[in-house]
């Protein structure tokens, strides 16, 4: 996990701990989830703005879900990234907003990278040495 | 306590057989990802769970005549209070399961004020983890 680091908490270790024989493949159905969920949350997010309509109480209920999302996975920069784009729509700062939505979309991105190569890697070494280390 | 007849129709005491009952979990949370989470922390435990997306499909569960060992309860589902509220109803269904809330602001006092007094037994900070919720399963198995 060492090119995950920063981008994950302890929390996505509490998943890896959640892996086992019965739930072998448990930490990427959560991430297949995830990414999933986060992907449809992004494109309302998108379209909100795009459309140029402000509506920051909607703005934050989505928000609150992918940062809800972000933090059950451990994604800790998304994570952050989610709470700085909340502030923003508590002051209505309408600007402050598009800046941190980009990079939201930029950390949201780079997690995906990681974990998609952290997945192949855990592929190719079985699920013998994947139930080893999550013990 | 399983007994047995015998042929001169005394009942004799048997050896007691303790089975440990299965907790029997709902989970209630807007959130597909907090939602799978929170299932495999109980299947970890060795329980079996259901779930809902929000405070009415809860209450409508229960309305069907289900019941559990222990509810666990989002509080913005997206609606601000949804959990509070789903919370205040099931107690007024008499509904005597477990409640514990699991919310994101959890560390607001106000919040958590607000959600404990709608009936939670119990108010966790988001997100859940097997330490967190261990010795509510345990406290929950003792009884």
């Known amino acids: 996990m060492g090119k995950c680091q920063g981008y994950l908490d302890e929390q996505f270790i509490e998943l890896e701990e959640l892996q086992d024989d019965v739930n072998p493949n448990f930490v990427e159905e959560v991430a297949t989830l995830y990414f999933k969920d986060s992907a449809r949350l992004i494109n309302n997010i998108d379209q909100a703005l795009e459309r140029g309509s402000f509506d920051f109480n909607r703005l934050d209920s989505y928000m609150h879900q992918f940062k809800g999302s972000s933090s059950s996975i451990g994604a800790s920069k998304v994570k952050t990234e989610c709470t700085m784009f909340r502030e923003y729509c508590r002051v209505g700062n309408a600007e402050g907003c598009l800046r941190t939505f980009q990079q939201v979309k930029k950390e949201h991105a780079r997690l995906r990278k990681k974990l998609e190569h952290y997945f192949q890697l855990a592929r190719q070494a079985g699920p013998k040495e994947t139930a080893r280390r999550s013990k | ?143």
């Open chain 2, 1 to 143: 306590m399983a007994t047995t007849s015998t042929s001169t129709g005394d009942i004799n005491k048997t050896k007691s057989v303790e089975v440990k009952k299965k907790l029997n979990v709902l989970i209630v949370d807007d959130d597909t990802v907090t939602r799978k989470l929170h299932e495999g922390i109980i299947k970890s435990f060795g329980g079996i769970s259901q779930t809902a997306k929000n405070g009415e499909e809860a209450v409508n569960i229960h309305r069907n005549g289900a019941s559990f060992d222990l509810i666990l309860m989002d509080k913005e589902m997206p609606q601000r209070d949804d959990g509070v509220l789903a919370t205040k109803k099931l107690r007024e269904m008499k509904v005597t399961s477990m409640i514990v809330g699991v919310t994101s602001l959890a560390d607001n006092e106000e919040e958590r004020k607000a959600f404990m007094e709608a009936g939670l037994n119990h108010c966790l900070a988001k997100p859940l983890n097997k330490a967190k919720i261990e010795p509510i399963i345990n406290n929950l198995r003792d009884a």
